[in-house]
């Protein structure tokens, strides 16, 4: 059954700019794909920098010193090891990531009705985003797997190219894990992670348009409201990169051969609580607050250029 704008039940596919059908969500699966496929593509070296600090503390002790290391090392090819795995995983994240988000919302929406969906609209962001990131993360795994080995490997010691790293993954499956291992850590790191980055940036967005941008948002002009979507993806990048970092590192961690067999328990313990929290954090910040920002702003501009309207609003009234 198509949906249509004149049932007079209330339904939450119909209080955005346009209605929310089937299209709609297969253009935030293309909206997501092109957000983090792209961005966390062109942050590779910062990635492979990230997760070596991770992985040899010792060695790695910081951004720039990490990555003059590296080149000097393995040369400035090394910066974009596991490029492969990371554009295919993220594009299949992202695509799950914003594209389920968007259905999930309106999902819990009118699952709670017209009043509980204004009163709860936080929680129903957070559901929204949770629900979302399950999903997304299943999709990822594999890949994520793969990059973190072919980015912490000793040079040589392990494939660097897409297929064969992904071959390697499969065939020494018992002491790798693949696919799914690191299944249990990457939900522990991105469900808090995608809540934090969804909830704040909306959180954010709205209040840019409650306080600040007071008149309509129609009215402002495109740009001015990607404006907004950057700085609000920015400020919630930063926030999610500290809530999530601790389980970032373990999953770092997890591809280090000395930690083969070991339980998440094992490797937390022996890393110590500040290492956890701190190691790697400032490029991590760096990284995500940028990767966030840009994310939401390649996001709503495939939103907007579509006809489909910008993500966030001022506080709706009952």
């Known amino acids: 059954m198509s949906l249509s704008a004149s049932s007079t039940k209330w339904d939450a596919r119909f209080t955005g700019p346009v209605p929310h059908n089937n299209a709609y969500y297969g253009k935030c699966f293309v909206g997501g794909i092109l957000a983090c496929g792209l961005t966390h593509t062109a942050i590779t070296p910062l990635d492979v920098t990230k997760c070596n600090m991770q992985v040899n503390p010792t060695q790695y002790k910081g951004l720039f010193s990490g990555l003059r290391l590296i080149v000097a090392q393995e040369g400035s090819k090394a910066l974009w090891k596991g490029w492969g795995p990371t554009l295919a995983g993220y594009s299949a994240q992202g695509a ?3 594209g389920l988000y968007e259905f999930f919302k309106d999902f819990y929406g009118n699952l709670v009705g017209q009043e509980n969906s204004i009163k709860y609209k936080e929680l129903i962001w957070c559901a929204g985003s949770a629900s979302a990131e399950f999903f997304a993360d299943i999709v990822l795994c594999p890949m994520e797997m793969t990059k973190v080995k072919v980015q912490t490997s000793v040079s040589g010691t392990f494939p660097t190219a897409f297929g064969a790293a992904l071959k390697q993954m ?3 499956r018992v002491e790798t894990r693949f696919p799914f291992g690191s299944l ?9 992670y995608n809540v934090s980055k969804f909830f704040f940036f909306e959180k954010i ?5 409650t ?3 007071t008149a309509p948002k129609d009215s402002y002009s495109k740009t001015t409201q990607l404006g907004v979507t950057f700085a609000s993806g920015y400020s919630a990048g930063v926030i999610c ?3 999530s970092h601790p389980a970032d590192t373990i999953v770092s961690l997890m591809s280090k051969p000395s930690n083969k067999g070991k339980t998440i328990t094992e490797i937390a313990k022996e890393t110590g609580f500040k290492t956890l929290v701190s190691k790697g954090l400032g490029t991590r910040v760096l990284m995500i607050g940028t990767l966030t920002g840009l994310q939401w702003w390649i996001y709503d501009s495939f939103k907007s250029a579509f006809g489909m309207g910008t993500t966030g609003g001022a506080v709706e009234k009952k």
């Open 170 to 172: 499969a065939n020494n």
């Open 241 to 243: 990169a500290i809530v």
């Open 184 to 192: 249990g850590p990457l939900w522990s790191r991105q469900i808090p």
């Open 211 to 213: 306080y600040v941008f």
């Open 96 to 98: 799950f990531k914003f």
């Open 205 to 209: 967005a709205q209040g840019f348009y």
